[in-house]
């Protein structure tokens, strides 16, 4: 059985209020292990409290970004929030376990070398990359991008670098530039439609490339009643899962990091991310 391990290290905003308690059952299972760190609602644990060091940081963004970033008041958060994302990367390659949830306040895939936007400031899987580069060697990764928006960010960061695959889906015009990949939505789509694209246009790349790790960026604002609607229901982030862990344990070991992007809605948080962390543990 995999070991699967959440980082809860900061989360901003409303919709995350009722975690980590809401994660209930998947808490109590033998191979899932909480890290957490600071939270606003409690006081920060001397626990794995680990803010990204800034030199990691520099790897990916630009200077003036970052001192942008350092003027804007989420400075501390974002370097927190990015902190799980590294964290789950290193204790993945440390063997301590196989699979990882993150939750992230602020982050990810709008995060570019030099801008920001849309909540996100640093880019955590971007400098989980280049940290895991620099201690292991390692070579190839891939990145799903499920949330409802465009990869900007990360896009930019990887635009010239064959060493990362990045498939998004999302509204923007369908291309295809170095391992990187736009795959074009319709405006709204069913369930099985979206897992079919991802099934055709992610699986026999990720098969072919051969990454070592697996990030998904997911973000489920492009459920019913979000703010990105595609007309996706619930249940599909859960069929995406189990996809996307089948994947990982055919390719790469296993090795799957789920880094939560869009979605504001409090009431769908508790009803998918338990379920979606549950897939990674069973
Ligand atoms: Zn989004
Ligand atoms: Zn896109």
New binding site residues.
């Given amino acids: 059985m995999l070991k699967t391990g959440i980082f809860f290290h900061y989360q901003n905003g409303d919709r995350l209020r009722d975690f980590p308690e809401a994660l209930g059952d998947v808490l109590s299972r033998d191979n899932v292990f909480l890290y957490d760190a600071f939270y606003p609602l409690k006081p920060a644990s001397s626990f794995d409290l680990d803010a990204v060091p800034i030199e990691l940081v520099t790897r990916v963004h630009s200077p003036r970004m970052i001192d942008e970033v350092r003027r804007s008041g989420a400075f501390e958060g974002a370097l927190l929030s990015a902190s799980g994302t590294v964290a789950a990367a290193l204790r993945i390659w440390n063997g301590e376990i196989d699979n990882a949830f993150v939750f992230t306040g602020y982050g990810d895939h709008h995060a570019g070398r030099d801008f920001y936007g849309g909540g996100c400031y640093f880019n955590g899987a971007a400098i989980a990359i280049q940290e895991l580069r620099s201690r292991f060697a390692a070579r190839r990764f891939a990145i799903i991008?499920t949330d409802a928006?465009?990869?900007?960010g990360t896009?930019d960061i990887f635009e010239n670098d064959p060493g990362v695959l990045y498939v998004?889906?999302?509204?923007?015009p369908s291309r295809e530039h170095n391992n990187k990949v736009?795959?074009?939505l319709p405006w709204r789509l069913t369930d099985e439609d979206y897992l079919d694209l991802v099934k055709k246009s992610f699986h026999p790349r990720v098969k072919a490339f051969r990454p070592e790790v697996i990030f998904w960026n997911w973000g489920y604002d492009g459920t019913r009643g979000e703010y990105g609607d595609l007309g996706l229901s619930p249940d599909l982030h859960v069929r995406l899962a189990e996809e996307l862990k089948g994947l990982a344990g055919e390719v790469c070991r296993g090795r799957l990091i789920v880094v939560l992007c869009g979605g504001s809605r409090r009431d769908l948080a508790p009803l998918l991310i338990p379920k979606v962390a549950n897939v990674l543990a069973e």
């Fill in positions: 991008d928006h465009h990869g900007d896009w998004c889906f999302c509204s923007g736009n795959v074009q």
